[in-house]
T-cell receptor, first 117, second 112 residues
């Protein structure tokens, strides 16, 4: 149980375009989802916390207008990187916390590798 | 952005030996701690967690030790196997529905 999926697993796009990444909890309801970014050989950096039905809470330094987050249902959150630039190339990982399982444990998706040309 | 030349601390262990990965945390208010394993190109995988009212917790082949006095966390892996090779992250949270903050990570290399 507690499986989180992401789609796509990798994406290559041109500079200036927008990319949408989906995060789904497959076998549990996730009241809270988190979006992280990870550069090579670095740790995961939290970008934002997404609660179902409400606006996301962004970490300091993360532009909310550039990284649009939508958490419309208890099993789906999306991250849209708008007007992507090469410096946005990174590994984007989501995680989900269940309202019924261990409430403190976050279950992570497999990540999405974004390359902006 | 990316830091040029950044290297993760690396621990090299002979197959069959025990591994100990250490982590220092900074937030005195943290009361929930987690160890994650991340293989190349994949998302983090939950290994074991511990709450601040405990100082030791054991799982299958893994043990987490917590020393709140010096804000130190360790992960012990018994009889390390090649499949244990990965980057290990400790993470801390102030509990409840608070966010989780990741440490810098340690790369574990298992020598066959």
């Amino acid at each position: 149980g507690a499986v989180v999926s992401q789609h796509p697993s990798w994406v290559i796009c041109k500079s200036g375009t927008s990319v949408k990444i989906e995060c789904r909890s497959l076998d549990f309801q996730a009241t809270t989802m988190f979006w992280y970014r990870q550069f090579p050989k670095q740790s995961l950096m939290l970008m934002a916390t997404s609660n179902e039905g409400s606006k996301a809470t962004y970490e300091q330094g993360v532009e909310k207008d550039k990284f649009l987050i939508n958490h419309a249902s208890l099993t789906l959150s999306t991250l849209t990187v708008t007007s992507a630039h090469p410096e946005d190339s990174s590994f984007y990982i989501c995680s989900a916390r269940s309202s019924h399982l261990n409430t403190d444990t976050q279950y992570f998706g497999p990540g999405t590798r974004l390359t902006v040309l | 952005g990316e830091s040029v030349g950044l290297h993760l601390p690396t621990l090299s262990v002979q197959e069959g030996d025990n591994s100990i990965i250490n982590c220092a945390y900074s937030n005195s208010a943290s009361d929930y701690f987690i160890w994650y394993k991340q293989e190349s190109g994949k998302g983090p995988q939950f290994i074991i967690d511990i709450r601040s009212n405990m100082d030791k917790r054991q799982g299958q082949r893994v043990t987490v030790l917590l020393n709140k006095t010096v804000k130190h966390l360790s992960l012990q892996i018994a009889a390390t196997q090649p499949g244990d090779s990965a980057v290990y992250f400790c993470a801390e949270s102030a509990g409840g529905y608070q966010k989780v903050t990741f440490g810098t990570g340690t790369k574990l290399q298992v020598i066959p």
